[in-house]
């Protein structure tokens, strides 16, 4: 069973970047395809991104597309978000999300109900 860690929420201005870190622990984490997700206030959580357990796929919401990287470090047991060119409405709680991927497709695991571990989240703030 895998624990979750994020860092590197904050407040910045729109345009700016940020870069999010979360740091597993507790299980094997190659074995995870890892997501991110984001929730603002009084609306459903959402799908920001997602890599494979090897890093050779990854998914990305519409609305981030170019514009947000999500990577790994297996020998580090992180997983990373690097967000560029912020908008306001990236305002949210940051989550990362672990699932042992097995033989699915990374597109298997686009929505919140895929993934059984989590972190506690992490506030980024936009401002215009």
């Known amino acids: 069973q895998v624990q979750l860690v994020e860092s590197g929420g904050g407040l910045v201005q729109a345009g700016g970047s940020l870069r999010l870190s979360c740091a597993a622990s507790?299980?094997?984490?190659?074995?995870?395809?890892m997501g991110w997700f984001r929730q603002a206030p009084g609306f459903e959580r959402e799908f920001v991104a997602s890599i494979s357990w090897g890093a050779l796929s990854k998914s990305y919401g519409d609305s981030v597309k170019g514009r947000f990287i999500i990577s790994r470090d297996n020998a580090k047991n992180t997983v990373y978000l690097q967000m560029n060119s912020l908008r306001p409405e990236d305002t949210a709680v940051y989550y990362c999300?672990?699932?042992?991927?097995?033989?699915?497709?990374?597109?298997?695991?686009?929505?919140?109900?895929?993934?059984?571990?989590w972190g506690q989240g992490t506030q980024v703030t936009v401002s215009s």
């Open positions: 999300a672990g699932e042992v991927q097995g033989a699915r497709a990374l597109g298997a695991l686009s929505s919140a109900g895929d993934y059984a571990y």
């Open positions: 507790g299980g094997t984490f190659s074995r995870y395809a």
